[in-house]
């Protein structure tokens, strides 16, 4: 089985920081695409960024240059260091995984969700 499971959210005030980390685990072959999602209430979930197995990136336009994707192969893991938070950024951030496991079937792997909230 394949599971991925983000850690990092919390509290934060308008202007500070927040890196969120997103764990793949088990029977893995390779990763391909790894991005992060967020959700604000009675929102749809939308795209924050995602990174290429090669390392290519793209951004939600609300996000550029504040934050930043990168990812550790050797580890499984995706960050998003978060620069400069809003209060809109507030949301419940999810980590996807395109992850092609051991048998050589490749699916689509969501997390549970980390709370970010910014207010003062």
């Known amino acids: 089985q394949v599971q991925v499971v983000e850690s990092g959210g919390g509290l934060v005030q308008p202007g500070g920081s927040l890196r969120l980390s997103c764990a793949a685990s088990?029977?893995?072959?390779?990763?391909?695409?790894m991005g992060w999602y967020r959700q604000a209430p009675g929102k749809e979930r939308d795209v924050v960024a995602t990174?290429?197995?090669?390392?290519?990136?793209n951004y939600a336009d609300s996000v550029k240059g504040r934050f930043a994707i990168s990812r550790d192969d050797a580890k499984n893991t995706v960050y998003l260091q978060m620069n400069a938070l809003k209060p809109e950024d507030t949301a419940v951030y999810y980590c996807?995984?395109?992850?092609?496991?051991?048998?050589?079937?490749?699916?689509?792997?969501w997390g549970r969700g980390t709370q970010v909230t910014v207010s003062s």
């Open positions: 996807n995984a395109i992850i092609r496991a051991k048998n050589f079937i490749e699916s689509s792997y």
């Open positions: 088990g029977s893995i072959f390779s990763i391909n695409n």
């Open positions: 990174i290429t197995r090669g390392g290519s990136t």
